[in-house]
């Protein structure tokens, strides 16, 4: 029998489900051809590989020599990064050959965009956790520009942060309270989904206690930043205490000779917290 039909690719697809993932994760590639091909791998690599993205990820064939399928495992380094999805690009001999049964070298165009056949699920390499920018007290405005450092009511705290994740996006925020810094002996990490503010009420807060807000983000690929804690906001309960107001300059006086100057004059008022503003 003379065959002369050089094998095609007919697509390229994957078991794997569309999303975000990180270093140790394996994403499964399925190139499947017009009929069964051979594999056979050069001197000394273990090619053909298949190739992804802008940046050359390529990795071996997995299975499927003798088949008309052949599987390829990515298995992704920890220090692989995309902002862009993954499309795979080609595939390299690398030394090695795909042949058919009969002996023709199989044609490795990949199918085209939007045609049948092509890839279109979207990865995300990403291997680099979300920074928190700012955390700050007393203030539903995520700005250290607005950050209050005491408040007078012990029932209720607003406390707000941001942060930025440039790949996969931010699926949630947790936040900490603590009376130390980068404490959690107050509120231990509940998390505020996708929010960038609360107000946490029924509390019981302590007067003279400074408590510190603590926050981390966890992106889509499950990367999690560190702690980013805020200066503090110390609970101030109490009013100043005054003292007796004299008329004059000195020593308390009934009568004034001048009829265009009042004076008077006070001591210092007590103030153990916050200080006298």
Not at 190 to 211: K, N
Not at 225 to 251: E, F, Q, R
Request: with cysteine; charged share 15%.
């Amino acid at each position: 029998i003379i065959d002369t039909t050089v094998p095609t690719i007919s697509s390229v697809t994957s078991p794997t489900a569309a999303g975000s993932y990180n270093g140790g994760d394996t994403i499964v590639f399925v190139v499947t051809f017009s009929e069964e091909v051979i594999v056979e791998t050069g001197s000394g690599m273990p090619g053909p590989y298949l190739g992804l993205g802008d940046i050359l990820r390529e990795f071996p064939v997995t299975s499927g020599s003798g088949t008309s399928v052949l599987t390829f495992n990515y298995i992704i380094e920890g220090v692989e990064n995309s902002v862009g999805t993954l499309e795979v690009g080609s595939i390299c001999l690398c030394e090695g050959s795909i042949k058919d049964t009969a002996g023709n070298d199989a044609s490795l165009t990949m199918p085209s965009y939007g045609s049948e056949g092509y890839l279109s699920s979207a990865f995300i390499v990403d291997n680099t956790a979300p920074t928190i920018s700012s955390a700050s007290e007393g203030t539903a405005t995520s700005t250290t520009a607005t950050d209050v450092d005491y408040q007078n009511f012990a029932d209720t705290l607003i406390i707000a942060w941001s942060g930025s994740d440039l790949a996969s996006g931010i699926d949630f925020y947790e936040y900490a309270l603590g009376t130390t810094s980068g404490g959690t002996e107050f509120v231990p990490w509940p998390s505020a989904a996708t929010a960038t503010a609360d107000t946490l009420t029924g509390l019981s807060l302590t007067e003279g206690t400074t408590y510190y807000l603590s926050v981390r983000a966890t992106d889509v690929a499950g990367n999690m930043s560190d702690p980013d804690t805020s200066d503090g906001i110390t609970i101030d309960l109490t009013a100043p205490a005054g003292t007796t107001v004299s008329d004059g300059i000195g020593a308390d006086i009934s009568y004034s000779g001048s009829d265009t100057t009042l004076s008077a004059n006070w001591v210092a008022f007590t103030e153990t917290v916050s200080g006298v503003q």
